[in-house]
Each structure stands twice: as structure tokens, then as C-alpha cells.
């Protein structure tokens, strides 16, 4: 059974880090992260395989150069290191996971997710 536990969120002041943890358990095959603004849709910022996938990477245009999705295998620990924050990325973010079949960084491509931690971006 695949279980998810999100950490490492918090206030920090724009152009400032944070780095999150994403604990996992069970077999997976990619790994992703999204976040979900009060008000807004989820939406997808990393993605990474875990599993015999591959070792391509995948960001969207809003975090690339910015954020950097790694995992560390010996862990099991999927990490988002996040530099140069915004105030526009406050934002819960999740991880979540997929066992099989295409990792892209749709919502629906996503069964398996965690609670969620909280980052915020004062300016």
C-alpha cells in the first residue's frame, strides 16, 4: 500500500528557500509534487520517476530554474528544494504518486497523494 507523508513547510520571505520532504512507503513508480492556492486549482510542478522509469525530469514552466524535484532512494524520501520564492507560490503542497503507466503532472494522472504542508511567501 502506497502512504505519503508531506514535511518541511513554513514561512519564509520572498526569495527565500525551503526545502520539502515527501516520505513514501510502498511501490511506486513516479513521484510528483503539486500545490493548490486558496481559491485556485491544483496544479502540478515536479515530477520524477522512482522506479526504473528513467532518469528524466519534469517541471512546469512556473518553477523551472527555481525548483528542484531529487530523491533519495536509501530514504525513501522524494525532496522539492524550492529557491528564489515568490509570493505567488503560497500554496499547499502535495505529494502524490502513481504505480504505473504515464507520469505526467495532471491532477487525474495521480491516485495515491499526501495531507499536505503549507509553504507561505511573504513579499
Known amino acids: 500500500q502506497v502512504q505519503l507523508v508531506e514535511s518541511g513547510g513554513g514561512s519564509v520571505q520572498a526569495g527565500g528557500s525551503l526545502r520539502l520532504s515527501c516520505g513514501t512507503s510502498?511501490?511506486?513508480?513516479?513521484v510528483a509534487w503539486f500545490r493548490q492556492a486558496p481559491g485556485k486549482e491544483r496544479e502540478g510542478v515536479a515530477r520524477i520517476y522512482t522506479d526504473g522509469g528513467g532518469s528524466s525530469l519534469r517541471y512546469s514552466d512556473s518553477v523551472k530554474g527555481r525548483f528542484t524535484i531529487s530523491r533519495d532512494n536509501a530514504k525513501s524520501t522524494v525532496y522539492l528544494q524550492m529557491n528564489s520564492l515568490k509570493p505567488e507560490d503560497t500554496a499547499t503542497y502535495y505529494c502524490?504518486?502513481?504505480?504505473?503507466?504515464?507520469?505526467?503532472?495532471?491532477?487525474?494522472?495521480?491516485?495515491?497523494w499526501g495531507q499536505g504542508t503549507q509553504v507561505t511567501v511573504s513579499s
Open positions: 502524490a504518486a502513481k504505480t504505473i503507466g504515464w507520469c505526467g503532472l495532471a491532477v487525474y494522472d495521480y491516485i495515491h
Open positions: 510502498g511501490s511506486m513508480y513516479c
